[in-house]
């Protein structure tokens, strides 16, 4: 075997192994959520939903609004025209995946699962005009 040979089986293994990694970890379905709530510890009460308003004046104001009535950039969460769906596992899977265009980000690597859990509620619990 020449020294060209060799640096040619060197290089191609290289290869194939950066191509793995890259199929291993390029590969999972990021948009599938691996949380699955449990709304047994989670209820609907004065306090949760205090926490999920402070929670979305946190984080949620810039783009829908600090009194949900939307801006340009994002819809309004007190109306009854959704673009999803309104039941409570939707919502759930919303703010903690994204929306499926992406234009709306996931929060499940930020929040906890209770607190997004607790903005699910709160969001459910406004007043639709
Ligand atoms: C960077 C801007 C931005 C921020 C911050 C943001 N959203 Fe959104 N949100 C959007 C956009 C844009 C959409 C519409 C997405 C689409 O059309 O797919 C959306 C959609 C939604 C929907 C679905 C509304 C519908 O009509 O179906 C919910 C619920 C929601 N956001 C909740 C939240 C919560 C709760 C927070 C805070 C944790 C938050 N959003 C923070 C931009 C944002």
């Given at each position: 075997m020449t020294s060209k040979t060799i640096v040619t089986i060197l290089f191609v293994a290289l290869l194939s192994l950066m191509m793995s990694i890259f199929v291993y970890f390029g590969n999972?379905?990021?948009?599938?959520?691996?949380i699955k709530p449990d709304w047994a510890l989670v209820t609907s009460d004065a306090d949760t939903i205090q926490f999920g308003f402070e929670l979305y004046q946190k984080s949620?104001?810039?783009?829908?609004g600090a009194n949900h009535e939307g801006t340009y950039s994002a819809p309004i969460?007190?109306?009854?025209?959704?673009?999803?769906?309104?039941d409570r596992d939707s919502i759930f899977k919303i703010i903690s995946d994204g929306t499926p265009n992406k234009t709306m980000r996931g929060w499940g690597t930020k929040l906890k699962t209770k607190d997004i859990q607790a903005l699910t509620l709160y969001i459910m619990s406004l007043k639709k005009n």
């Open positions: 999972h379905n990021r948009d599938v959520s691996p949620c104001t810039k783009c829908h969460l007190n109306d009854d025209e959704w673009i999803y769906p309104t």
